[in-house]
């Protein structure tokens, strides 16, 4: 079994419970579609968010096993993604420099790309680290 510090740290999924009640832990270890229903429903009006306190070293577990650990730091890729998305600043990280070009821009494709990037940064980075990219 892998190494919960593998890919996704139990610290920085607490940090971002915080702002649980908007889905951030939920985007971070990878589940997309949760993480938009906590978004649009406060943390399904606080009960999930709450319930989640509990859930999170079971989601770093998930996380370790699901995605692949390489040269791309998750918890750095969510970092930029989260505060400087909009510039691109993730995408330079990931090597996707046109793209990071283009996100610079237009405000992160008028902010359509970045939403879009929450819903797919754990993949991009799993693809690169695998060599797959």
Known sequence: MANETETHLTPIGYILWVFGFIG???????KPVTGTIWFLTLGLLGIG???DLFLIPGMTREAAI???EGSIDYTLAWILLTFLGPF?????????IWTGLLYFF??????????YDFWTLNEQVSEINSGLN
């Open 106 to 115: 237009t405000g992160g494709l008028f902010m359509f790309g970045w939403l």
């Open 66 to 68: 699901r995605y692949q």
């Open 88 to 96: 691109g600043v993730h995408r330079f990280y990931l090597g996707k």
């Open 24 to 30: 951030a832990h939920r985007f971070y270890f990878g």
């Open 49 to 51: 968010w709450i319930i």
